[in-house]
């Protein structure tokens, strides 16, 4: 069974600029997550889908970040415009249901360097 | 709002070591939590999950346990070896998300 695929796995961009962030879930995970890890602390959810719909983005930065997972699978997430605090590791996560038993199975992650 | 510690932040430990990391949390009222491993620049690999109803789980060397009343949870890793270095985080599952401690860097030495 293929993993959770994210790409790029490595940006660096410059302040005020603006970058996207893709991932690919395992098939038939209805449930997708989006993680920002800075470095030295654990992972933060950023915004939970459940299919095409978003079911939590309280602590997403809506500002500046926006998020979409186009016909229930692949999604995208974008910040524009970036600031320096924004580097950091985002991982992408999935899971057969929104269900607490149900395990979530995380991506490889893309690595931003804003300078 | 749940809050996770993991204690010690790093530990350096010879080979062969039987060691254990600590994760403690301030809302017992938990789905489960999770031991994850995570290796410098790769996403995180599930080591072990414990149920709410369950006291521990073990998988190979490894050996979770949880006292959810107590808000603690241990991870025991048997006769360390240097492959065994990377971060441990440890995650427990409330009612609408996955909460993160900030993991202990394990480095164990030849």
């Known amino acids: 069974e293929a993993g959770v695929a994210q790409s790029p796995r490595y940006k660096i961009i410059e302040k005020r600029q603006s970058v996207a962030f893709w991932c690919n879930p395992i098939?038939?995970?209805?449930?997708l997550y989006w993680y920002q890890q800075i470095l030295g602390q654990g992972p933060k959810l950023l915004i939970q889908f459940q299919n095409n719909g978003v079911v939590d983005d309280s602590q997403l930065p809506k500002d500046r970040f926006s998020a979409e997972r186009l016909k229930g699978v692949d999604s995208t997430l974008k910040i524009q415009p970036a600031k320096l605090e924004d580097s950091a590791v985002y991982l992408c996560?999935?899971?057969?249901?929104?269900?607490?038993?149900?395990?979530?199975?995380f991506g490889p992650g893309t690595r931003l360097t804003v300078t | 709002k749940q809050e996770v510690t993991q204690i010690p932040a790093a530990l350096s430990v010879p080979e062969g070591e039987n060691l254990v990391l600590n994760c403690s949390f301030t809302?017992?009222?938990?789905?489960?939590l999770q031991w994850f491993r995570q290796d410098p620049g790769k996403g995180l690999t599930s080591l072990l999950l414990i149920q709410s109803s369950q006291r521990e789980q073990t998988s190979g060397r490894l050996n979770a346990s949880l006292d959810k009343s107590s808000g603690r949870s241990t991870l025991y890793i048997a006769a360390s070896q240097p492959g065994d270095s990377a971060t441990y985080l440890c995650a427990v599952r409330g009612a609408r998300q996955l909460t993160f401690g900030s993991g202990t860097q394990l480095t164990v030495l030849p």
């Open positions: 996560a999935s899971s057969q249901g929104l269900a607490e038993g149900y395990e979530q199975y």
């Open positions: 098939s038939g995970h209805a449930t």
């Open positions: 809302d017992s009222a938990i789905y489960n």
